[in-house]
């Protein structure tokens, strides 16, 4: 079992971590966590970290969740009340509930910078390969324009183009730029590419594990974990598989390999994350902790691996290209030794 559905008990709504950075949510729980631990009232605690911290929405709520509590509002109320991500919500709720708030503030902060992390090699794997298809795309058709145009003086007294350079390079290197950047402007499109690149789709993976384990842990029944997830990852192809999910376990389907794959085995979730899962029997959190970190593990090695063996060699490209468009003056240079030493 994963535990019962409770439609009308539900984890929160939203997207993501909206405007809040992942690792300033990590930072600031781990503080509120000692704070408490050390004997300091929840409200002293959150004036204390408000006033350390930059302007921004973070501060901005951190203070109105204190003139919440200030005014005799029950912490579960005041935090449902603030914009900070429903996963945190939650789990805020829930260790209140326990009566071990600290222990849910480090949980938190674990999740968190875990997030964080995930997010920052994501990016490394979209952003490194732009840049690089910008700068050479650029380069190279300045190289083009600048040889089309510019006339250099020959020792005769004469002037001679350096001719045309073949445009098909710039231009494919224009379309393969050009595509890279909309993928990553266009949701939808970077969205379908981070579940098929393996490097991108690990780190998905990853993520979602942990937020379902972290949820499941804390308390927060399956179902329910699940629909939080779901309204997190609104727009996404996650989300899509998400209401499937739902929709299984309302059948009245239990198991979880069943609840994640259904007819066809069609799920963006691998074979061997549904076996990491089950290999903790009725212990749905530690399962889904362990997924996620052999997933996060994966993930972090594929990036190591291209950040440090594929773009070395992407570099090389780089330079073939530029060394094949600025050809015409290499070979404008050798007859110029030439006639030199003819001379």
């Not at 994350?273 to 090695?301: I, K, P, T």
Request: with cysteine.
């Amino acid at each position: 079992m994963v535990g019962g559905f409770r439609a009308n008990d539900a984890c929160g709504t939203g997207k993501g971590f909206g405007h809040m950075k992942a690792d300033e949510l990590a930072f600031l729980n781990r503080q509120l966590a000692g704070m408490l631990r050390d004997g300091v009232p929840l409200e002293g605690a959150l004036r204390g970290a408000s006033r350390e911290m930059a302007s921004g929405s973070l501060q901005t709520e951190l203070g109105k969740l204190e003139l919440d509590l200030a005014a005799g509002i029950p912490l579960a109320d005041a935090i449902e009340r603030r914009a900070f991500p429903p996963v945190y919500r939650k789990m805020v709720r829930v260790g209140a509930a326990s009566g071990d708030l600290p222990g849910a503030l480090l949980a938190a902060a674990d999740y968190f910078e875990s997030a964080a992390e995930l997010s920052r090699r994501a990016q490394a794997v979209m952003v490194y390969p732009a840049c690089l298809l910008v700068v050479v795309t650029v380069v190279s058709w300045i190289a083009g324009w600048v040889f089309r145009t510019v006339k250099l003086t020959d020792f005769d007294g004469g002037f001679g183009r350096l001719g045309a350079v073949p445009w098909a390079m710039p231009a494919l290197l224009g379309v393969v730029a050009l595509a890279w950047t909309t993928i990553q402007i266009v949701p939808a499109w970077r969205h379908w590419i981070a579940w098929r690149l393996p490097v991108l789709r690990d780190a998905r993976v990853a993520r979602a594990a942990n937020t379902l384990s972290v949820l499941v842990t804390q308390g927060c029944p399956f179902p329910e974990a699940v629909g939080l997830l779901g309204e997190m990852e609104r727009g996404t192809p996650l989300a899509e598989e998400l209401e499937e999910w739902q929709l299984r376990m309302a059948s009245g389907t239990t198991q979880f390999s069943a609840i994640v794959a259904g007819p066809g085995d069609t799920s963006l979730f691998p074979p061997l994350f549904r076996w990491l899962v089950a290999q903790a029997g009725s212990r749905l959190g530690e399962g889904l902790a362990a997924a996620g970190q052999f997933y996060a593990n994966r993930s972090r090695h594929g990036t190591e691996m291209l950040l440090h063996g594929a773009m070395p060699l992407a570099l090389v490209f780089v330079g073939l290209v530029m060394v094949a468009q600025f050809m015409p003056l290499l070979a404008w240079m050798g007859g110029l030794v030439d006639q030199i030493g003819a001379d």
